[in-house]
Every structure is written in C-alpha cells, then in structure tokens.
C-alpha cells in the first residue's frame, strides 16, 4: 500500500527556506543511494578527463614528454588511430581521493606559473565535478616550450613532389 501524499511531502523546519528543504532532501537521496551499491572509477577515466581539462586551457600546446609525444604522433599517422585523451597523464585513483602528474608543452610567451595555475584549477574542477573524488593534488611538469616557428618546420614540403 502507499503512503497518502501528503506523508511523501518534504517537511520543512520553521523559518527553512524552500531551496534549503531541497538540497537537505538531495543530500539524504545522495547518502542512501550510496549505501545501495559501490561506484569505481577507472585510472583511464580519470586519466581522460584530466587531459582533455588541461589540453582546454589556454597556453597549453600539448602534453606529454618528448618520447610520448613522439609515439603519439606515429600513432595518430596510423590510419583509424584516434589521439589518447591520456597522453602525458598519470594518476593514483583511490576509493574517494586522486592524484594527477601532468607533462605539458607551453607555448612561447606565456607565464609559465600562471599557465600551470589555470591547468590545476581546470583539472581540479573537471575531476571532482564529474567523479566526485577529492583531487589532492596536481603535479605539472613542463617539458618543452613550443617555439612558432617549429610549426613552419613540419608543414614544410617534402623533397619529393
């Protein structure tokens, strides 16, 4: 048998607002779905989501070391190979808390240090907004400066046409 509608109805304690009648039912729904079943994030997971946060962030050129990024790039020629979202991307998942090392090439001219501020607060955010894990700390190692003119390099032609 159900309950009548108005047993269902939130109870609100005297002078609670209504916004605060819904996020103390959100919360209450929150913790007795946890006590129904147990949810694993993959490193891989966490791995994408914090690469696809840092690559968004202005300055950045890539991530990666030279080794990784020199695989990568051989890898991305194959054809139907995507690009790894993970790339130059290391992380400790635990049951409710993570740890990012990042590798990043930064463009010329940028500040360095804020640069690596922006990136941290993006993947701080990025994680924690999508797994809820509490990000304990991101490690960013800057491996290269990315030069303009390296672009000219690479795109020129061939010796053969």
Do not use: C, W
């Not at 959100?26 to 994030?41: V, W, Y």
């Not at 050129?61 to 290391?90: E, Q």
């Amino acid at each position: 048998m159900t309950e009548p509608i108005s047993q269902t109805q939130p109870k609100s304690q005297p002078g609670e607002p209504d916004a605060a009648v819904g996020a103390r039912l959100q919360t209450e729904a929150r913790a007795l779905a946890a006590t129904r079943g147990k949810t694993t994030i993959a490193d891989g997971v966490v791995e994408k989501i914090a690469g696809i946060a840092a690559r968004e962030v202005s300055g950045i050129y890539a991530l990666g070391g030279g080794f990784s990024r020199a695989m990568g790039a051989m890898r991305d020629r194959v054809p139907g190979a995507r690009a790894s979202a993970g790339r130059g991307v290391k992380v400790e998942v635990g049951e409710k808390q993570t740890a990012v090392d990042l590798e990043v090439v930064v463009e010329y001219g940028v500040s360095i240090t804020e640069v690596a501020a922006d990136v941290r607060e993006s993947v701080i955010v990025a994680l924690e907004r999508m797994t809820g894990l509490e990000v304990v700390e991101v490690n960013i190692a800057v491996n290269d400066v990315h030069l303009p003119e390296e672009d000219t390099a690479e795109t020129s032609e061939g010796r053969v046409q």
